[in-house]
């Protein structure tokens, strides 16, 4: 279930919050913007190098995730999100 959606242009990504009714976690995932659209090709940050760095067991700290990507560069949330090395 989709718990939030949200374009950050100025970050070149949109960002949603979904819960995994059958895992009971929650995933904060990402897809790029493309001419400022949504790609609709969503993973979750640090996915593609093998980890799941934005996979939480509480909503409050998924919600505290999204609040960092609303907050830091654009580089900083591909790379120093995906490690969520703070």
Not at 27 to 53: H, I, N, Q
């Amino acid at each position: 279930m989709e718990l939030l959606r949200e374009t950050l242009p100025d970050r070149g990504l949109a960002v949603r919050l979904v819960v995994d009714d059958a895992t009971a976690k929650y995933r904060v995932e990402y897809t790029p913007l493309s001419g400022g659209v949504m790609t609709d090709e969503w993973t979750v940050f640090g996915g593609t190098v093998g980890y799941d760095a934005s996979v939480f067991a509480t909503g409050a700290a998924a919600r505290a995730f999204v609040e960092r990507v609303r907050t830091v560069s654009h580089d900083d949330a591909l790379a120093r999100l995906a490690a969520d090395t703070d």
